[in-house]
């Protein structure tokens, strides 16, 4: 989630089949959610939630075609024009030799590449504080974040629409 400021309304539930379940009809209604965070993954809340599939795999594809290309243009450089050697009468690109070094580059690559990326993305660089809505949301309780300025309707009816769909409280916070 980016640095996001301003008043939000914060729904706290406790169990997560009752969220899962409410979270279509709170969408349904016209309310635009900003993010739910849980103690423990929840399978199908991505798609509850109308996310898009990723496109990490996309990146990493190209971080380890970076690799791929980086390694065979390091080895080519050495083998032809900065230390060619004629060895056994071998040719000077023996592609097959080269297999190791490509594989454990494209791999480095893609490893460095996808974990910079998500940290990117996720806004976990250094230096940046996370937004933390409720504290309860790291150990039992489910946390649904309503962004105020991003939905038209007012704060007592989105309140009254939570409670309707299980939230056992629902709270303002401002950051």
């Known amino acids: ?7 939000f309304l914060v729904g706290i539930f406790d169990d997560e089949d009752v969220l899962l379940h409410s979270i279509p009809d709170i969408r349904n209604s016209g309310i635009k959610i900003l993010e739910v965070f849980s103690p423990f993954p929840l399978h199908g809340l991505d798609e509850a939630l109308g996310y898009e599939r990723s496109k990490l795999d996309v990146a990493a594809f190209f971080f380890g075609l970076t690799g791929t290309l980086t390694a065979l243009t390091m ?16 040719s000077n690109f023996p592609l097959p030799d080269f297999i ?16 910079i ?43 009254s629409i939570l409670k309707e769909n299980g939230a056992s409280e629902v709270n303002q916070k401002e950051f």
């Open 75 to 90: 080895i080519s450089y050495m083998m032809f024009f900065d230390w060619p050697m004629m060895i056994g009468g071998k």
């Open 1 to 7: 989630m980016s640095a996001t400021s301003g008043k």
């Open 100 to 115: 190791p070094v490509t594989f454990e580059l494209t791999v480095l690559f893609c490893a460095y590449g996808m974990t």
């Open 117 to 159: 990326t998500f940290f990117i993305i996720s806004n976990l660089l250094p230096g940046v504080k996370p937004i933390l809505f409720d504290k309860r949301c790291t150990d039992h309780k489910f946390v649904m974040a309503i962004d105020l300025s991003k939905n038209k309707m007012s704060e007592e009816e989105i309140t």
